[in-house]
Each structure stands twice: as C-alpha cells, then as structure tokens.
C-alpha cells in the first residue's frame, strides 16, 4: 500500500512569491491535514480537510489556504510568502473515523523563501 | 485544556542502554495517545499508539509505551538503544475525529557511541 505522497520534496522561493504544495492521501482515506514545521518549532496545525470540505485551521493568516480535490488530494497554497514562511510542509492523512483514529504522515515539502 | 508536555528537550543516551521518553497529557475526554519518530527531514512515522485495553503498547522498532491513566502519562521505552534511534520523538494525543490530535513539542534523541 502506498503512503501519502508529497510534491515537491524541495522548493526556493522569494519573499512575495506564491507556492502550492501538493499531498497525495493513502488510498481509502478522506481526511488531509497540512502541518507547518518551522525550525526548532514543533508541529503546527494548518489546516485540515475532510470529504471536500475545510473542516478546521490553525492559527494562522488568511494567505495561507487549500483545497481538497474529489480523489481527496489536497493543495496547500500560501501567498505573498514572507521570511517566516521558511518551513518543513507535512500533509498526513487519516482513514475513518472509529478505532483507527491514526494520522500517517508525508516526507514533507522543504520550502525556503529568500 | 487539551494539551501534551514532553518534559524533555534532548535526551542523550548511550548505544546499548535502556531508554525512556516522557509524556504527560491533558485531555478532556478518553484519549487516543500516539508516539511518532522523526528522522532529519523527514516526515513523521508512527512508532505506536493506544485507543484501548492493554496498557502496555508494543510498537515497530522494539519500542513500546505504557498508558497511565492515574499519572495521565504515556512513556515511551525502549530496552536498548541502537545509534540508528537517534532522531526526535513526538508524543500525540487525540480523540474521535482526529482532528483535535495535539503533538508534543518533541523530545531530540542522541545516542552516543
């Protein structure tokens, strides 16, 4: 069984710059979660989609947003990058709901904004 | 509030010794308690996790964790540590819908030779 995909694995940007990120779910799951991991930072939460629909988001500014894709795919897009915006980009996804309550997690997406 | 607590920034151990990682939980309801490893720039691999019965949870690479609930604790053990462990742990706890999942800050694993 395939794990979750993740595109690209690497990515240099300006400040100012857009970026779209792309996560492939483990077949048969519905929900994706985007995490940001900045250095010396733990997890934070971003976002998470479920069956199409943005079912929750983290604290964070409006120009980061996403979208999840009827093959539950998901993108993440952050605008006008800034600085700060330089970070690890996990997407994880999840099965149904019940006794597998268990995210499983990409390799990431390293994004640097100079 | 829902929160979890590695006490532990770093931890250094030495290859071959016994190990144990911590993790103390608030969680308002009955908990679903994980343990992910990750490897520098990688992403997060699950070790383990407990929804429930048996306290004592056997994971992947010879770990395993005991749920405490009076402590509200979740210990991450390993009998012998090898120098491929070293890597940073994060403990996860979570419920029904997944989406209330709250990692850890992580605990850094080294192990010396």
């Known amino acids: 069984e395939a794990g979750v995909t993740q595109s690209p694995t690497h990515l240099i940007k300006t400040r100012g710059q857009q970026v779209t990120l792309r996560c492939s779910p483990i077949s048969g799951h519905t929900s994706v979660y985007w995490y940001q991991q900045a250095l010396g930072l733990g997890l934070q939460f971003l976002l998470w989609y479920d069956e199409g629909e943005e079912r929750n988001r983290g604290n964070f500014p409006p120009r980061f947003s996403g979208r999840q894709f009827p093959n539950y795919s998901s993108e993440l897009n952050v605008n006008a990058l800034e600085l700060e915006d330089s970070a690890l980009y996990l997407c994880?996804?999840?099965?149904?709901?019940?006794?597998?309550?268990?995210?499983?997690f990409g390799p990431g997406t390293r994004l640097l904004v100079l | 509030a829902q929160s979890v607590t590695q006490p532990d920034i770093h931890i250094t151990v030495s290859e071959g010794a016994s190990l144990e990682l911590r993790c103390n939980y608030s969680y308002g309801a009955t908990p679903y308690l994980f343990w992910y490893v990750q490897s520098p720039g990688q992403g997060l691999q699950l070790l383990l996790k407990y929804f429930s019965g048996d306290t004592l949870v056997q994971g992947i690479k010879g770990f395993e964790a005991e749920f405490k609930r009076s402590q509200s604790s979740f210990n991450l053990r390993k009998p012998s540590v090898h120098w491929s462990d070293a890597a940073e742990y994060f403990c996860?706890?979570?419920?029904?819908?997944?989406?209330?999942?709250?990692f850890g800050a992580g605990t850094r694993l080294f192990v010396k030779a």
């Open positions: 996860a706890v979570g419920g029904y819908g997944g989406f209330k999942t709250i």
């Open positions: 994880a996804s999840r099965g149904p709901t019940g006794p597998q309550e268990t995210q499983y």
